[in-house]
């Protein structure tokens, strides 16, 4: 009897211990490692422009691109991203017998950006719930595609803004939520800055010359969404 009673309890002990270890390895992690390292996505959104002093940057209005992205070490991505942006500018002139200016009227102002940036991904090479947030910072050039509009033609060409080609600068982060191994959305949010020139022939007239800025960066805000599709 007791030597049946022993086997049972030896038994019931041995049934314990072996369903312990079976029973963790179904816990699920809430991380998940990201396989692919590649990533391209095509955005959309909003980019809330600053004129600077002058009033000479652009209206806000909607931005357009695409990047892509690709891990390089651990937590570490290196993107690229080309953006256009279209928005009407106003345009200055010099007041006869005056050191003041005065508004001529609008212009197209249209700027396609290509940067480079470095991402540092907070939750590493994995997602947590499906989610990554990031920070970045980098830099490129945005170039003004704009033809030359008919009134800016008919103004001497010291009063006109040339902002031609010059550097560009980014600092942001976001969130990517993966809804799949591929597929997931973006939400961006990123400080553009860039630079606007003072036309020379406000720099030249009267006591005023001396406050204006000869440049000066601007920042511009932009909040974008996007599909983001790994591979």
Not at 77 to 94: C, K, N, P, W
């Amino acid at each position: 009897m007791q030597n049946g009673i022993r086997t049972t309890l030896a038994l019931l002990v041995m049934s314990c211990l072996q369903a312990v270890p079976g029973a963790a390895q179904n816990i699920e992690s809430p991380y998940r490692f990201l396989t692919s390292r590649q990533a391209i996505n095509v955005y959309g959104g909003y980019l809330a422009t600053g004129k600077g002093s002058l009033e000479l940057g652009p209206q806000s209005g909607p931005l357009f691109g695409v990047r892509y992205g690709i891990a390089i070490s651990g937590p570490f991505t290196l993107e690229g991203d080309i953006g256009y942006f279209s928005r009407m500018r106003a345009v200055f002139d010099t007041v006869p017998g005056d050191t003041s200016r005065q508004r001529a009227g609008e212009t197209d102002f249209s700027v396609m950006t290509a940067t480079a940036s470095l991402r540092f991904n907070l939750t590493g090479p994995r997602t947590w719930h499906g989610i990554q947030p990031y920070v970045q910072l980098g830099a490129g050039i945005a170039v003004e595609v704009s033809g030359d509009s008919e009134i800016e033609t008919d103004l001497p060409g010291d009063v006109r803004l040339d902002f031609g080609t010059g550097f560009t600068g980014i600092l942001g982060g976001g969130i990517d939520w993966f809804m799949a191994d591929r597929w997931g959305l973006r939400l961006d949010a990123r400080n553009l800055l860039w630079k606007l020139g003072t036309p020379r022939a406000f720099l030249i007239k009267g006591e005023q010359a001396r406050l204006l800025p000869a440049d000066e960066w601007a920042q511009n805000f932009a909040l974008t969404a996007s599909l983001v599709f790994r591979f």
